[in-house]
């Protein structure tokens, strides 16, 4: 499983559009942060990474399928994937070693954002004058969206064996989830409303804004992530 886990890493690392794609997100976080007006930290005069937790999510529902869409699709296509289901290795073990190796690949392209917190923190006034507890309990969820995101964009990857077509069917659910469920919930109101809007990503992700890391928004996420990787699982197991 390791040596699996290697070689996902060891495939993105040697792509050129793997190092195109972490750039494009580094360089669309800082321009969404520093320069752009209405969402500039400079604009605000206070010291503040609001926009940062705003627009990530929306940029990683283009970035993970981008970077999941070929872990199953392309394998299928070049006839690998055969060689893979006949290998030792169990289902479980493929699908936890592609996803563990999609989980290293966001952390490499989220961790230079922790720059900007250090930056926030010296223009406070005085310095350090920044609600941490807010900033790394929506880090933690910015990590936990990405996770899911992940998830989703395996189990897309396992429906075909084209990586436009994955990564299409990625974007637009992670959207949905993300985005739409909020929608759906503001035309429907009691209980079913409080349901769809709790069903959606964006609402666990801003109580974790808040600096309170509450055991139920944690469940959820870890809730869903094990339920798209054993519809991924499913799947596997039925169609190889």
Known sequence: MVSLLYKEINSFFSNLSAYLITSIFLVALGLIVWVFPGTSVLEYGYADLDSLFTYTPFVFIFLIPAITMGMVAEERKSG????????????????????????????F???????????????????????????FGSYIGLL?????????????????????????????????????????????SGELGLFLEELGISFHFEQMGRGVIVSENVFYFLGMILTWLIFTWILIERNG
């Open 144 to 188: 936990l969206v990405g996770a899911l995101f992940a998830a989703i964009g395996l189990f897309s990857s396992t429906l075909t064996s084209n990586q436009i077509v994955a990564f299409v069917i990625a974007v637009f659910l992670c959207f949905l989830l993300y985005g739409g469920m909020g929608a759906l919930a503001a035309l429907y």
């Open 109 to 135: 392209a989220l961790l230079p954002t922790l720059v900007y917190y250090f930056s926030v923190v010296q223009l406070g006034d005085p310095v350090g004058n920044i609600d941490s507890a807010g900033f």
């Open 80 to 107: 690998t994937w055969e060689l893979l289901k006949t290998s030792p290795l169990k289902s479980h073990q493929v699908i936890l070693a592609k996803y563990l190796a999609s989980l290293l690949l966001i952390l």
